[in-house]
């Protein structure tokens, strides 16, 4: 009988103990998944650039922060129906912003996840560049809907937004 109760019990707290797990695992994988690397524009080369902060609003709301390694490398997860805005700036440096949009996945495509990886920002040194119309978005990644995967495009410059309403 002592043994029965003994396999028992080590079975509830088998299941007790696995339950948190097995309930997390899916919650992984149903979300986009992002990394790249920031490096220093320069005239001839770009450098990786380390101590980068990377600020992550969802919804105008600051849901993360990280800061980049020794190689410039980042990643993070971002959950699925938010917009985020990745701020990308260091001290002496034009902070840059990606715009993310997570909306649109369809439902049967967000239990598996996406990933959205090695794209590079180039953050340009103050001294190098005065205008601080430099401080800007430099990307927009969403979800396209006609392809079936995350895309990205560049916002209109000033020049190109006069044009169109030409």
Request: charged letters at 25%; aromatic letters at 12%.
């Amino acid at each position: 009988m002592n043994r029965r109760k003994l396999l028992h019990c080590t079975l509830l707290l088998f299941l007790l103990v696995n339950i948190p797990v097995f309930s997390q695992t899916p919650d992984f994988y149903s979300n986009l998944k992002m990394d790249g690397t920031v490096v220093v524009a320069a005239d001839t080369t770009t450098k990786p650039l380390k101590g980068v902060t990377i600020n992550i609003l969802a919804d105008s709301v600051l849901d993360q922060s990280y800061c980049t390694e020794e190689d410039g490398f980042h990643k993070f997860i971002l959950e699925f129906d938010k917009e985020y805005h990745l701020i990308f700036s260091k001290k002496h440096f034009h902070s840059k912003t990606i715009v993310v949009n997570t909306h649109n996945v369809p439902v049967e495509e967000k239990q598996f996840g996406f990933g959205y990886g090695g794209y590079k920002v180039e953050l340009i040194r103050k001294e190098k560049l005065k205008d601080a119309t430099q401080n800007s978005q430099v990307g927009y990644i969403y979800y396209d809907t006609l392809g079936g995967g995350f895309n990205h495009k560049k916002p209109a410059t000033p020049l190109e937004d006069r044009s169109a309403t030409q």
